[in-house]
């Protein structure tokens, strides 16, 4: 689920148009491609975006929007969801205060528990009569942004990676 609401800001921050001062290639790079080497010299990332979910779109700024309304909608929600989908996930219950409460004493409800009211939500938001009318046609904000093509691996493949089924050979 996550996967998916990171693809969706992916292309909205890529195509569509948002308030964001800051340029989409820089942004596409900060949150999509941004890697370092720990301290054991594997490659890693994801922080930004594991951030993107975490902290409700904080990595763009507070005072981030798009110019749909519908989107924007859609991306508070699906980014809360799926922030409360991985607190769900976790080994932590999830808070009382993160929860959709319900009726009076009864306990309280995910947003979501599985995927049908993260892809409704999201026809929803397409079928919205909020889209602006008055925007030019997409266009290919960063279109030098190669997505990581020509960066290093930030799973490097090792033969002890490989699942033999025992549980020495387990995936780590």
């Not at 689920?1 to 340029?23: A, K, P, W």
């Not at 994801?46 to 993107?52: E, F, P």
């Amino acid at each position: 689920m996550e996967s998916f609401v990171h693809i969706v800001i992916y292309f909205s921050l890529r195509y569509l148009q948002h308030n964001s001062t800051v340029v989409a290639p820089f942004l596409l790079k900060q949150i999509f491609d941004e890697d370092v080497i720990n301290k054991e010299g594997r490659v890693v990332g994801g922080t930004q975006k594991r951030s993107l979910i975490n902290d409700f779109g904080i990595p763009l700024g507070p005072d981030f929007e798009f110019s749909s309304a519908a989107l924007q909608k859609w991306f508070k929600w699906a980014v809360q969801a799926a922030n409360q989908w991985i607190e769900h996930c976790s080994p932590t219950p999830l808070s009382k205060d993160r929860a959709i409460q319900g009726p009076q004493g009864a306990e309280p409800q995910l947003q979501f528990s599985d995927h049908s009211s993260m892809a409704q939500a999201f026809v929803d938001c397409l079928n919205s009569q909020d889209w602006p009318t008055d925007e030019p046609r997409p266009i290919d904000a960063a279109p030098e942004f190669d997505g990581g093509t020509t960066r290093t691996s930030k799973r490097p493949f090792a033969s002890e990676d490989i699942d033999d089924g025992s549980i020495e050979g387990s995936r780590k």
